[in-house]
C-alpha cells in the first residue's frame, strides 16, 4: 500500500476507534503506529469499568473490519485487556500522540496480552475475567508465559455477551451489604402499598457513581416475592437511540434474538404488541422498523414522526400495564441520567399512570432530578449518602472476606475511598492482593 494511503487508513482506523472509546465512557489515552490505549475507570472509577472495556472490544471486533480497505483484504484486530491499578499522567517525553500515559504492571500486561492473541480475538487476564465471567462467555486458555513477567498470567479469551436480566445476575459473588437499612425500609414500604392495596408507586434513587444504587435495588427485590421484576438498562453509548433500553426490554421479553429469522421475529412482536388498544396494522410497521427487522404484512403508516412516537410510546406502556395485570412488578430503571429522548416519553407517561397499576418503579439517577422534569407527580426520592467510617471500616472487612489487612493499608484505603462503597471495595481487594503478593515476596 503506498505510505499515504496507508497513513490515511490509519488516521480513519484511530479515529473510528477513539469514536467508540468515547460511546462507551472510555478515555482513549495513547496512539503508537496503529496501537491505542484505552483507559476505563480514568479519572473516575466505576463499577462496571471491565465490563465496559469488554463491550467495547466486541465493538471494534465487529466495525473494524468494516472500515474500508481499497484493493485488500478487510482489517483485523487484536485485543488484550487487564485490570489493576495504574498511574496516570501527561507524558512530556512521549512519542507523537501520546498524551496521556497510564504505566506500570497493567499496562504491559494489557500490551502483552494483545500481541500473543489471534486475529479477531479478545484475550484477558484473572481479574478481568473475575470481574466479567457473570456477564460474558469465556474459554480458559490455561497459565501462559509472557514476556516481563515472572510468574505465569492465567489468560482467558472473551467469547461472546451473555443476555443478562439485570447488572447483579452477572456477579459471581458479592460483599454483605453494609448500611442502607433506612432506605431500604422506604423501597420495601411502598411495595407493600402496591401489595395491598393495588396502588402503584415510583420512586427516584439518587446518588453518585458507585455509592450502592443498583445494589439497594437488588436487596429490595430479594425481599419481595412472587414479583415480576423487569430491567432497563440506560447506556451513554444510546443515549440517542430511541427507546434503546426499553426495546431492549421488550425483545428479551419476548424472547427475540439477532439469529431469529424475520418471520419468526415478526410473529413474537405482533403477539406482543397485541396487548395494545393500537391496531397492530400500525404499530408492527413502526416498532419492526425500530428492530430492523424487514416486513411486508402491513404497509409503512403514513404519519409524522410526531405521530409515529406517540404510538410507539402508548404500545409500550400498555404492554406494561398487561404484564402487570398478570402479576405485581417491579420495574427498575438504571443510570437514568443516560436516558434517550423516546424513552423519556414513555417514563413520564408510566409515572402519570403508575396508581392505576400494581406496579413499582425504580429509578436510578447520579443527578439529583429526572432528565426530563414532570409537571406533576408523586415521585419520591430517596438520595443515599456515603458510609460513615464505621460502616467503610465494615465493608473494608467484608471485602476481603475478614482475612487481616495492615492497618496501614486499611488507614489508607479508606481515606482514598472516602466513604463510597464501590471505591472500598475495589481499594480493599487490591490492597489485599498487593499485601498477600508481598508476603509471598
Same mark, same amino acid.
Not at 408523586?378 to 443515599?384: D, G
Not at 475478614?402 to 472500598?424: D, I
Given at each position: ?189 411502598? #411495595?407493600?402499598?402496591? =401489595? ?8 427516584? %434513587?439518587?446518588? $453518585?457513581?458507585? &455509592?450502592?444504587? @443498583? ?103 400498555? #404492554?406494561?400495564?398487561? =404484564? ?8 427498575? %430503571?438504571?443510570? $437514568?441520567?443516560? &436516558?434517550?429522548? @423516546? ?99
Amino acid at each position: 500500500m503506498d505510505p499515504e494511503d496507508f497513513s490515511t487508513l490509519t488516521r480513519d482506523y484511530l479515529n473510528q476507534c477513539n469514536i467508540a472509546v468515547r460511546n462507551h465512557n472510555g478515555f482513549a489515552a495513547s496512539y503508537i503506529g496503529d496501537a491505542f490505549q484505552a483507559l476505563f475507570g480514568y479519572p473516575i472509577a466505576e463499577e462496571d469499568d471491565a465490563e465496559r472495556a469488554l463491550q467495547l472490544a466486541f465493538e471494534l471486533l465487529r466495525l473494524v473490519p468494516e472500515i474500508e480497505v481499497p484493493d485488500a483484504p478487510p482489517l483485523r484486530v487484536r485485543i488484550g485487556i487487564a485490570s489493576g491499578v495504574v498511574v496516570v499522567g501527561d507524558y512530556l517525553a512521549a512519542p507523537a500522540g501520546v498524551s496521556t500515559v497510564a504505566m506500570g504492571s497493567i499496562p504491559n500486561l494489557a500490551q502483552r496480552l494483545q500481541s500473543i492473541a489471534e486475529p479477531q480475538t479478545i484475550l484477558t487476564d484473572q481479574r478481568t475475567y473475575d470481574s466479567t465471567a457473570g456477564a460474558f462467555e469465556f474459554t480458559d486458555l490455561g497459565p501462559q508465559t509472557l514476556k516481563g513477567f515472572s510468574n505465569l498470567v492465567h489468560v482467558w479469551r472473551a467469547e461472546k455477551p451473555h443476555i443478562l436480566e439485570n447488572r447483579f445476575a452477572k456477579r459471581t459473588q458479592l460483599t454483605e451489604l453494609v448500611d442502607r437499612r433506612t432506605e431500604l425500609t422506604q423501597i420495601l414500604k411502598l #411495595w407493600r402499598e402496591v =401489595v395491598t392495596e393495588n396502588h402503584g408507586q415510583a420512586a427516584l %434513587i439518587c446518588g $453518585e457513581p458507585g &455509592i450502592g444504587k @443498583s445494589r439497594l435495588i437488588f436487596e429490595a427485590h430479594q425481599r419481595m416475592p412472587r414479583c415480576t421484576y423487569l430491567t432497563l438498562q440506560c447506556s451513554t453509548a444510546y443515549s440517542n437511540s430511541a427507546l434503546f433500553p426499553f426495546l431492549t426490554l421488550l425483545k428479551r421479553y419476548a424472547g427475540m434474538h439477532a439469529e431469529d429469522l424475520a418471520d419468526i421475529s415478526l410473529e413474537r412482536l405482533e403477539a406482543l404488541l397485541s396487548f395494545s388498544n393500537i391496531p397492530v396494522s400500525q404499530s408492527l410497521p413502526i416498532f419492526a422498523k425500530l428492530l430492523s427487522i424487514s416486513q411486508t404484512r402491513y404497509p409503512s403508516p403514513n404519519m409524522t414522526s410526531a405521530q409515529q412516537r406517540m404510538i410507539s410510546v402508548r404500545v409500550i406502556v400498555d #404492554w406494561l400495564h398487561h =404484564v402487570s395485570r398478570i402479576n405485581r412488578v417491579l420495574l427498575s %430503571i438504571e443510570d $437514568e441520567q443516560w &436516558i434517550d429522548p @423516546s424513552s423519556s416519553d414513555v417514563l413520564e407517561a408510566l409515572i402519570g399512570e403508575v396508581g392505576s397499576f400494581p406496579m413499582l418503579i425504580l429509578i436510578t439517577t447520579r443527578e439529583k432530578r429526572l432528565r426530563k422534569p414532570l409537571k406533576r407527580s408523586e415521585l419520591r426520592k430517596i438520595t443515599l449518602e456515603r458510609l460513615s467510617d464505621d460502616d467503610a471500616q465494615l465493608l473494608v472487612g467484608n471485602a476481603v472476606s475478614g482475612k487481616t489487612l495492615p492497618q496501614g493499608m486499611r488507614s489508607s484505603v479508606l481515606a482514598k475511598a472516602e466513604g463510597v462503597p464501590l471505591y472500598v471495595e475495589e481499594l480493599a481487594r487490591a490492597a489485599f492482593e498487593t499485601s498477600t503478593s508481598h508476603s509471598r515476596s
